[in-house]
């Protein structure tokens, strides 16, 4: 393995990040700083160049950026908490219309047309027609925003969502068509930090709001997979992606550490100290060649998995 780190201009931490399913780019997510230095800009990956800013206000962090499945949009969410839609194309930005006072969460799905949002409610949208689709019933809006948010993530065709928050203990996944629920996934945090569906839909995992563990279910069964690894009270555990083949999951912790864990047997594929700070975002290239991680210490390191160390 070999590892490279991408230093912006801006010094401010990285909050988030991801990689465009449809080409070698990365998008960078940042707290503003005093300059006006890009809090959120498009790079090259392969060169680890800056193509371009996309928004450079000074203050603000921006709370989430998330490539569409084609690779031809990007959804962020600015310092307000604010949705924006920036066409990677044309350079143009929408900024759909809230049903909700505030979005802190964002996830498109990895093959469908469609994403899901977090923050005062959580909601399914159409990406193309840029509407809502689908809500729960009765979900009961946070009281101020520093509550955290009712995490979801949409399965990979987008047929299906898993929403932390709703009930106690549970993660309950609900048929977007029908609204029906398919599944109640227990021992779950009350409160989740992230979710996320791996490539597959094989696996579901999330992340205590308070980081005091990582939990990871067995879809075909409803059931905890290897739970003596994922568990309540097992480690400072701040971001996650799962490996395109399902095989590996990557974990950012508080520590800086960024670890590898095989999802076969829970064995430690990679653990090494690569930020100072905590880990906010990690994400695997397309392929699974890269793994790129951010951190608090304003430094992006991209992890050439197939290549020797030098």
């Not at 009712?150 to 068509?177: N, Q, Y």
């Not at 739970?227 to 309540?232: T, V």
Request: charged share 25%; glycine share 10%; with cysteine.
């Amino acid at each position: 393995m070999q590892i490279r780190e991408l230093k912006p201009v801006n010094e401010q931490l990285i909050y988030t990040l991801d990689i465009n399913p449809g080409s070698e780019q990365l998008v960078l997510g940042q707290q503003g700083d005093d300059s006006g230095n890009p809090r959120l800009s498009l790079w090259a990956l392969e060169e680890l160049r800056m193509l371009r800013a996309i928004d450079s206000e000074r203050y603000g962090l921006i709370r989430a950026a998330r490539f569409s499945p084609d690779g031809k949009k990007l959804a962020y969410i600015n310092g307000n908490m604010a949705l924006h839609i920036y066409n990677l194309e044309t350079q143009e930005k929408r900024t759909p219309e809230l049903a909700g006072q505030y979005v802190k969460w964002l996830a498109y799905a990895r093959r469908a047309e469609r994403f899901v949002t977090a923050g005062s409610s959580t909601q399914v949208w159409d990406a193309a027609q840029l509407r809502v689709i689908w809500q729960p019933e009765g979900q009961t809006p946070p009281t101020d925003r520093s509550e955290p948010p009712g995490t979801a993530s949409l399965s990979p065709d987008g047929k299906r969502v898993a929403v932390a928050g709703l009930k106690p203990g549970r993660i309950e996944v609900f048929d977007v068509e029908t609204g029906r629920t398919l599944q109640s996934l227990e021992g779950a945090p009350d409160a989740v930090r992230w979710v996320s569906y791996c490539p597959r839909e094989r696996y579901l995992a999330a992340i205590d709001w308070y980081a005091r563990g990582t939990h990871l279910w067995d879809l075909s069964t409803g059931g905890k997979h290897l739970p003596k690894i994922f568990k309540a009270q097992s480690g400072s555990f701040w971001s996650l992606s799962f490996h395109p083949d399902d095989e590996l999951l990557a974990i950012g912790m508080l520590t800086g550490f960024v670890l590898l864990v095989s999802l076969t047997d829970g064995a430690l594929v990679f653990h090494q100290r690569l930020h100072n700070g905590r880990v906010h975002d990690i994400a695997f290239s397309p392929d699974g060649k890269r793994l790129v991680s951010g951190g608090e210490d304003g430094v992006a390191c991209v992890c050439d998995l197939d290549a020797p160390e030098s």
